[in-house]
């Protein structure tokens, strides 16, 4: 996979303390950090359930490596560190990585806001430290209430695991709280009503994900996913649905239920992409950022970081993160006949 050497770079928009500006104009505020490419599920849409090539332990981003980048980053004003793998809460010290990110402040002075995304397994377990530690924000993946369909889906009996940590999620002080579900046909697609009453019975906003070829095994299949339009048909026999303007970057269109407070949200970036307002940039568990989830090309930190007695490392941070966002395309291709999909799973490259 291509990666590029920022000083190759020209017209990088500003510098040191900057805002981190593409060329198509687009202001980048949040930034994914995947702290594991490891998983305790392997789900059907992700990962094979044998024989997958984890990163070398050795290139796994340390704590103090993920603080660095995120130093500068927040200096350049991204505003939100999202938290995600594989499973964030493999990592043996989430805690402290919660606790040193939070630290980090904007030049304003205000904190930066952290949020994770997590199949909740370990949640119940791990939640008051990580509450302790700053985590002001949770998405937990639900992709489907039936025990034996979980089953199927993540090749893992776990099912209990995961509602234990979302009820232990909705009895915290977390809002908003959001649900995430991949919807495919002939899979989970007759449980979309279910789920969104599974959500608001706790409190959260159920988000629905159109399936992406982001898969390990490059099997996606476009005619499995079930699109925003057919979600959207399912439950408007149930609820009446009224669009929520203001969208801005967030990556889910949004529409009350029965005129709210409750919302359901649906991510649709194959068939209504939202390319033209994304706010979002990723770092790999192995130190290299993406500036789209289908991209081919990484950037590659590791090299800046593990350099002996570098004095200039945060400012070659910095030009790399510009060199990143400058090389954003106005949009990810799915729906080009040319459209590549990435060699790294969604579990590698994270969510």
């Known amino acids: 996979m291509p990666r590029p050497d920022p000083r190759s770079s020209h017209a990088l928009a500003g510098g040191p303390g900057d805002p981190l500006v593409d060329t198509h104009g687009r202001v980048h505020r949040d930034l994914r950090i995947s702290l594991t490419d490891r998983c305790s599920l392997r789900c059907t849409y992700c990962m094979p359930e044998q024989g997958n090539e984890w990163l070398a332990r050795s290139s796994i981003l340390s704590t103090d490596e993920i603080v660095r980048i995120a130093t500068v980053a ?22 402290d990585v919660v606790r040193r990110l939070a630290a980090i402040t904007a ?9 994770m995304t997590t199949n909740g397994i370990r949640l119940r377990e791990l939640l008051p430290e990580l509450t302790d530690a700053g985590l002001r924000r949770l998405n937990i993946s639900i992709d489907t209430l039936r025990r034996a369909r979980f089953h199927e889906l993540t090749r893992r009996d776990r099912l209990d695991d995961v509602l234990d940590g979302i009820a232990a999620a909705a009895a915290s002080a977390l809002r908003p709280l959001k649900l995430n579900a991949v919807a495919m046909r002939d899979v989970n697609d007759d ?13 959260a906003q159920m988000r629905f994900i159109e399936q992406m070829p982001l898969d390990a095994g490059h099997t996606w299949d476009r005619a499995r996913m079930v699109t925003q339009d057919e979600i959207l048909g399912t439950l408007s026999a149930r609820w009446s649905l009224t669009p929520v303007p203001g969208r801005g970057g967030a990556p889910a269109a949004r529409w009350l239920l029965d005129g709210g407070p409750h919302t359901v949200g649906v991510i649709a970036s194959v068939t209504a992409p939202f390319c033209g307002d994304c706010d979002r940039l990723r770092l790999t568990a192995d130190g290299q950022l993406r500036n789209c989830l289908f991209s081919t090309t990484e950037y590659d930190l590791l090299p800046i970081l593990r350099r002996a007695g570098s004095g200039d490392g945060e400012e070659e941070i910095d030009r790399m993160l510009r060199s990143c966002v400058h090389g954003k395309l ?6 080009d006949p040319s459209f590549l999909q990435p060699a790294r799973g969604m579990n590698a490259i994270g969510g």
């Open 330 to 335: 106005p949009g990810h291709a799915i729906n």
């Open 74 to 95: 927040a200096a350049d004003g991204i505003t939100t560190f999202r938290l995600t793998g594989g499973e964030p809460l493999l990592r043996t010290d989430i805690g």
């Open 107 to 115: 030049p304003d002075g205000r904190p930066v806001d952290i949020a």
């Open 191 to 203: 449980e979309l009503v279910d789920l969104v009453e599974f959500a608001v019975a706790h409190d």
